[in-house]
Nanobody, 114 residues
Framework: VQLQASGGGLVQPGGSLRLSCAAS????????MGWYRQAPGKQRDLVAD???????HYADYVKGRFTISRDNAKNTVYLQMNNLKPEDTAVYYC?????????WGQGTLVTVSS
């Protein structure tokens, strides 16, 4: 199983990015999937998750700014990030939202800086 996150980059505060997570070797459609992030020196945190039925949950600090979605036909999960802040700088990963995890991919780096 491989999870490939992409779409990161350098963006100015207030900007937007759309992350994608494509899976190979596993059918994600029935899994609750999540986007996680890990800033330097900090633990990896779950920022958003989406069920197979598309119910979503968000960490308080991204509510109203981030939107998680999925396209089961493409076996892909997305994270639309708007109004980005410097504190959103981190490596972003996708994976199951527990209780067990698929192999962690390399993640995609998001840097928010002027």
């Amino acid at each position: 199983v491989q999870l490939q996150a992409s779409g990161g980059g350098l963006v100015q505060p207030g900007g937007s990015l759309r992350l994608s997570c494509a899976a190979s070797g596993a059918n994600l459609s029935l899994l609750r999937m999540g986007w996680y992030r890990q800033a330097p020196g900090k633990q990896r945190d779950l920022v958003a998750d989406i069920s197979g039925g598309r119910a979503t949950h968000y960490a308080d600090y991204v509510k109203g700014r981030f939107t998680i979605s999925r396209d089961n036909a493409k076996n892909t999960v997305y994270l639309q990030m708007n109004n980005l802040k410097p504190e959103d700088t981190a490596v972003y990963y996708c994976n199951r939202a527990g209780p067990t995890f698929l192999n962690w991919g390399q993640g995609t780096l998001v840097t928010v800086s002027s």
